[in-house]
């Protein structure tokens, strides 16, 4: 079966951790009218809102946070989410860590509740959202990085996606 892809939506936002719960909400009744995939739709929310998360916290100020969502119908179809904004180097040297460290896991699961305990009273930088990602959304992370602007990209298998609108 053939693979045709649909950019569902572009959104460009100030790094706002105000817009992050208001923009979860709206990608989710846009991935509702996509696909009669519930658990897919929940899967996307959960990954959207860790990624702007981390763009509004880590994004420096006044800078744009671009978010994006595409859906893959068919048998190989697939659910892709992108977050690109700008960061320190030293942010994209962390991001790298983590997203290797997920990437390379065996284990997700325990790899998620090891990160958990590591620093229970600091929420300053832990990966944490990201290892929600692979686990509680079942989501595969990649990481782009062209010089210090990052693309996190957050991807699910949907081949049963189908467009309901």
């Not at 719960?21 to 709206?26: A, G, K, L, P, V």
């Not at 846009?30 to 509004?56: F, I, P, S, W, Y």
């Not at 700008?86 to 040297?93: I, L």
Request: proline content about 3%; some cysteine.
């Amino acid at each position: 079966m053939a693979v045709s892809t649909m950019l569902a939506l572009e959104i460009g936002l100030d790094r706002n951790a105000l817009l992050v719960s208001h923009t979860r909400r709206y990608v989710q009744r846009v991935l509702e009218c996509l696909t009669d995939d519930k658990e897919l739709v929940q899967r996307g929310a959960l990954a959207v809102h860790e990624l702007l998360e981390n763009g509004a916290k880590y994004a420096p100020a006044g800078a744009r946070i671009d978010l994006s969502l595409a859906l893959e119908s068919g048998a190989d179809g697939s659910l892709v989410i992108r977050l690109t904004n700008p960061t320190t180097a030293d942010h994209v040297d962390r991001l790298r860590q983590y997203v290797s460290e997920i990437q390379g896991a065996a284990d997700p699961n325990a790899l998620y509740i090891e990160m958990m305990c590591r620093n229970p009273f600091d929420d300053s930088v832990s990966g944490l959202g990201l290892a929600r990602i692979r686990v509680e959304a079942d989501m595969v992370l990649d990481l782009q990085v062209v010089a210090e602007t990052t693309t996190i990209v957050a991807r699910a298998a949907a081949p049963q996606a189908t467009q309901t609108v």
